[in-house]
């Protein structure tokens, strides 16, 4: 019984959005929160959070209730950050949910009130000690006044968020920087889980360097990420409240927090590289452990800096992205020789990547993770394709095992040069790509479903239009990185 009620204070403890808040001012990152927030901030915060997770809290209970950050129901005592949904599909038909971080707000008599996003109540199992509850409604305040107590006022300064939330538009608020270098550093770590990374990343090793492993690597990514993203629809936590946390980032905000796919991503995609090129490319075991080690460390941290997960969020996602990883790298030499020669696998890459997707939109309410995995399995299935073609064609040949493993060659300008070119080139070709199939695809597919078009992203909150619409345009680039491409660089002497 002990050790059980250690588990679940271990639970709590890892999942508990101020020791985030901690975390972050260790940093140097501060808020500037305001004391209070008007009735008229709060009715905006409801009405983008479906209004099912909110709840005064008064008189003498208010300390004790302060602990859950989030409405328990039927009177209960909430536990500290856990994170429970609560649907109410006729609010989620009328206003599209924004699944992100529980927020707290004061009313026009005074009283605090906890929302808690999409209608997502934090709910807990054991109820909070006077003692702890005490301790947190301490914490909370002063992490409110963070702010103004910044360790070195002259030495900050004010930001915003990079980009703004990409379900609502909403910018975020400024907070203090302290030490800008972690700052830099934990912004360019986060990006190695973000589009325009994968964009210059598979391309790069496919064009550069080994087409074997680039197309492997994807399929592991895909696999990963799909899974996550489903994972995250299911269990549907919100992210860490903010306050205390700092909203560092914005443009994820409003997706769901468990498990953390950064950090299965962060975790996939540099221990599979390694396990695919050691042997096949000569480097020393240590420098690729650490190499590897260091990325999924730096992405896995930075996701807790920018606010944005629990530390048991990225935990989760490190150790489900390890346990998805035993399963899936056995299997990859039987999958990749399907997709190169079966000849019915260009129909079954195509169709099997599609119901992945329609069943991924079944499992929740519009958001932008469901056409994330769209777009991520319209991505596979181009590359795929693309692997296929050029199996029967003779482009972007395996290498024979009298040439293993590669050698570093001699770094020279000219080298270095080719490298950088075909990237480059490559890179403009897709983002063209991209841009092209985005206009002609989104009001084609407008138009055959009956969905008005004046509204962008209203229109794209259809599944009817979502759905063709991610994966054509993704699985068109997904085919030119893998053929188009290079073929292109074929005619023009660049292979």
Known sequence: MEKSNRFVELYYYLQDPHLVARFQRFCGVHGTFSKTVSSKEADRTQSHNNGDCHRPITGGNEIENMAGFG?????????????????????????????GASVSATDSRGETVAVCN??????????????????????????????????????????????????????????????RFLYYMFTFATELGNELFYIIFFPFVM??????VSRRLIMVWVWVMYLGQCTKDVIGWSRPASPPVVKVEMFYNSEYSMPSTHAMSGTAIPFSLFFM?????????????ILALCWCLLVCVSRIYMGMHSVL??????????????FFLPLLDLIDGFNLSHRYAPLIIVCFHLGLALFSFTLDTWSTSRGDTAQILGTGAGVALASHVNYHLGLLPDPTPEQLPYTMPPLSAGLVGLAVLRLVLGVLVLMAMRALMKA????????????????????????????????????????????????????????
């Not at 064009?207 to 074997?212: C, E, G």
């Open 440 to 495: 002609l695809t989104l009001p084609l597919v407008c138009w055959l479903f009956g969905v008005p078009s004046t509204d962008m992203r209203k229109a794209r909150q259809h599944m009817e239009v979502e759905l063709p619409y991610r994966y054509i345009v993704y699985g068109t680039v997904g085919f030119g990185v893998g053929f188009l491409v290079p073929l292109l660089f074929s005619y023009l002497h660049l292979s």
């Open 277 to 289: 090129t050691y042997c096949r490319w000569e480097y020393p075991f240590s420098l690729g452990f």
């Open 118 to 179: 999409n209608g997502r109540s934090l709910q807990g199992a054991t109820t909070v000690s006077h003692s702890a509850a005490q301790h947190v409604f301490s914490a909370a305040n002063e992490e409110r006044e963070t702010g103004k107590d910044s360790d070195d006022p002259l030495s900050s300064s004010t930001v915003k968020p990079l980009r703004k939330n990409s379900l609502t538009g909403d910018v975020g608020q400024e907070f203090l920087i302290g030490n």
């Open 71 to 99: 409405g328990a129901g039927e009177g209960k005592t909430a536990g500290v950050g856990v994170r429970k949904r609560v649907k109410n599909r006729r609010e989620e038909s009328e206003n599209p949910a924004q699944n």
């Open 313 to 326: 969020d990225v935990i989760v996602g490190v150790l489900y992205s390890v346990l998805i990883l035993l």
């Open 207 to 212: 064009w550069n360097m080994d087409a074997l």
